[in-house]
């Protein structure tokens, strides 16, 4: 077991496992994507309540829940890097900062979409988890300036990771005190989650793991490029980008 | 070397040299303590200036703007905090130190406190008045500024930390700190304005108190560790 | 057409899903770039200290 | 007693360039260990990554045989630094800047004033360090080293900003410590003279 990792944990070793492992990922994640996303605008009965802008809620719960998956990561692999000073690790955060910023603001987007027609405004200051997603994409822009500020990457990687763990007990924070905060001032009828058909629930679970393994998968492309930057001094990057055949 | 088995003083005897320290500097630079103080009145003064002073509006965000002008100064005086010891050496000296880094750390954050968040409480009343704001209101106000203080000093001093030595520091440090203090604003604000529409507003109060032990118990740990790092 | 308009909700729902599958692409396609540039810099220096050997 | 500082394999990186890889010495009571090489070529780092204030790629430092790491407090304890920059506060007299020092250290028998009346610095004590000339201020630094009283001195560049006297003085200082049976860890871009005996270490 922890030949493996040890193994899994070298940079060339890794470098040519995601290439290979990358489109494993991708392709099933496509296929749970193309069906879901199939079902949940034309087979799956429309919401009693919302009509048909409940659909929206197939992009934008799978988005939001990725968001929070990626600040997990980024966080956890940062605590690895700094406890066990495993290099990978803080490869992992780095890669994983950027994508969860994007699924974070498409979250934020398609929520806001969902807002106009049922709320009649794009935005509601009102609304707990939109506030809590926004603060969450504050926290990305800060993790990435302070990454893009330090220019040593050792020293980058440590204090990002220090930043990330910080953040990761003031999310929960965040949460609680935006819960509070939007049950004093409750304008508008905040949306009651209504009961899901089975129909319905199974779409968005299929969503949800499609975009898991969708995000798995752009995770480890972008990992293989941090790898191949940070280990552009070594002896097996100048051999495999110097051989004949070539590398990728 | 004659007397080797020598004890380190112990740690409380640091952390108040290391305060009285700070102390003693802030003492000989009053402009570090009163700039703030300065901009804090500042924003409150602008608020009306842009909105108009129409007494139910200054009376409706009163403790909003008051609580957002201390959160604003605190953070102008938190860039300094490391600053100057990491340009002289000193910050070498104290990472060399036989007293334990979080220590110090809490110390420095102690005296930080002692020279903006407690004049800060002491000034807000003040403004306060000039908002309309009923006298056992500017009580809960003065509390929950002391209370929320604290806690921006020591969550601000993780960030002036890991920003220490950066050339685009001050930047960035509003934008490290900005959204892990929003929940103590929130948690500030609505109290104060709870109390203000004769609401129960304790447990804003109580929140904010667990906030602030929280971080003086977690923060100087991360601040020591950023330090480390940063000062590599 | 009917299925397309979504009872007057299709112009949010179909810009949400085409809004994800610009992000996703977008990101895919930056990633790309960076991963080729990062190759070639360090194929380029690493060719150029060849030849100087 | 005697104390022992030692190193295993020691490698650190910076950004780009390696620095040093698998150094290793040992430096007993009485000794002084010098670090020779050419200015910002990484002295100091070893220097303070010996004092641990840089974190290696690979090796350990120990102290009395006991890796450093797990005994920070007692090996901070027993170590006092000298840098460039000096870590005096400029706004503070010379006394107060030494007050705060002795504060956090273990209680120590030598006589402040001596150490004073030696450096030649008794006259300024009241004075802000500001106000004070960069040997003036350089003097007040080997005075907190002094007054520490502790086995183990690290010196980067201990000669800069100092005249001759100054000089002589410093190189005095240093053996009569190791003559006591302290060490020392010195890193200096010139040659030092010293009775006592040296080990070399060249940084490329």
């Known amino acids: 077991m922890w030949t493996w990792f040890h193994k899994l944990a070298s940079p060339p070793h890794f470098y040519r496992t995601a290439a290979i492992l990358s489109p494993w990922l991708a392709m099933p994640g496509l296929a749970l994507i193309a069906w879901g996303a199939w079902q949940g605008l034309f087979v799956v009965p429309m919401d009693y309540q919302q009509g048909d802008a409940f659909r929206i809620i197939y992009v934008h719960v799978p988005s939001a829940y990725l968001s929070l998956m990626a600040y997990m990561i980024m966080a956890t692999s940062g605590a690895i890097g700094l406890i066990w000073r495993m ?52 926290l990305y822009f800060g993790y990435m300036a302070l990454r893009s500020a330090i220019d040593d990457t050792a020293k980058a990687d440590k204090a990002s990771a220090v930043l ?6 003031n999310v929960v924070i965040v949460h609680f005190s935006v819960e509070w905060w939007s049950s004093l001032h409750q304008g508008q009828t905040v949306f009651k989650k209504g009961t899901m058909d089975a129909e319905m629930k199974t779409a968005l679970l299929i969503m949800i793991l499609g975009f898991t393994l969708l995000f798995g998968a752009m995770l480890l492309r972008r990992i293989r490029t941090e790898v191949l930057y940070r280990e552009r001094r070594t002896r097996w990057v100048r051999e495999m980008i110097l051989s004949p055949e070539g590398g990728s | 070397m004659t007397t080797q088995e020598r004890q380190i003083p112990g740690m409380f005897t640091g952390l108040f040299a290391m305060t009285r320290r700070d102390l003693l500097l802030a003492w000989k630079r009053p402009g570090d303590v009163l700039n703030p103080l300065f901009f804090f009145a500042m924003v409150c003064t602008l608020f009306p200036l842009a909105v108009g002073p129409s007494a139910e509006q200054l009376e409706f965000s009163g403790p909003g703007v008051l609580w957002v002008a201390a959160l604003l100064s605190t953070l102008l005086s938190l860039n300094s905090l490391f600053l100057s010891d990491f340009e002289d050496g000193s910050l070498d000296q104290l990472l060399v130190s036989p007293q334990p880094l979080p220590v110090l750390v809490l110390g420095k954050t102690l005296a930080h406190w002692l020279t903006s968040g407690v004049p800060l409480v002491i000034v807000s009343p003040l403004l306060a008045i000039t908002y309309r704001m009923p006298p056992s209101v500017i009580g809960v106000m003065m509390l929950t500024l002391l209370l929320g203080t604290i806690s921006l000093s020591l969550l601000g001093s993780i960030g002036a930390a890991l920003t220490v030595g950066l050339h685009r520091g001050t930047a960035l440090l509003s934008l490290l700190i900005l959204p892990l203090a929003m929940p103590i604003m929130i948690l500030g604000a609505n109290a104060v304005s709870l109390a203000a529409s004769n609401d129960v507003y304790t447990t804003g109060i109580w929140a904010l108190g667990a906030y602030a032990i929280a971080s003086l118990s977690l923060a100087p740990y991360a601040t020591a560790a950023a330090l480390r790092i940063s000062n590599e | 057409m009917d299925g397309l308009a979504m009872g007057g909700y299709g112009a949010y729902v179909w810009s949400c899903f085409g809004l994800t599958l610009v992000i996703v692409v977008f990101s895919e396609w930056r990633a790309r770039i960076k991963h080729k540039r990062v190759y070639r810099d360090i194929e380029v220096r690493l060719k150029a200290l060849e030849d100087r050997e | 007693m005697t104390h022992k500082l030692s190193a295993d394999n020691l490698t650190l990186i910076r ?76 706004d503070l007299t010379l006394v107060e800047n030494l007050g705060f020092e002795r504060s956090l250290r273990a209680q120590s028998s030598v006589d402040t004033e001596s150490v004073y009346e030696r450096l030649g610095i008794s006259r300024l004590k009241k004075l802000i360090l500001r106000s004070l000339s960069a040997g003036q201020q350089r003097r ?49 871009h010139q040659d030092v003279e010293l009775k006592a005996p040296v080990r070399r270490v060249k940084i490329q």
């Open chain 1, 87 to 138: 290099k990978l690790a803080h490869a992992v955060a780095a890669s994983a900062a950027p994508i969860g910023a994007a699924f974070t603001f498409l979250a934020l987007a398609t929520g806001s979409i969902w807002g106009r027609p049922m709320w009649g405004t794009w935005w509601e200051w009102g609304d707990p988890r939109m506030m809590s997603e926004l603060i969450l994409l504050f």
């Open chain 1, 164 to 169: 990330a763990l910080v953040g990761i007990v």
């Open chain 4, 15 to 90: 950004g780009e360039r390696c620095l040093f890889q698998g150094l290793s010495f040992a430096l007993e009571s009485g000794g002084l260990l010098l670090l020779e090489g050419r200015n910002g070529c990484g002295k100091t780092s070893l220097m303070r990554a010996i004092a641990g204030m840089l974190s290696l790629e690979t090796g350990q430092v120990f102290w009395d045989e006991t890796p450093v790491e797990k005994q920070r407090q007692e090996f901070h304890g027993a170590l006092v630094w000298l840098a460039h920059r000096t870590g005096l506060k400029g």
């Open chain 4, 140 to 188: 007040v630094a080997l005075a907190r080293m002094l007054l520490a009283d502790v086995p183990l001195w690290f010196m980067d560049e201990p000669f800069t900003n100092l005249d001759r006297e100054g000089r002589a003085l410093v190189i005095e200082l240093v053996e009569e410590h190791l003559a006591k049976g302290g060490m020392c860890v010195m890193a200096a």
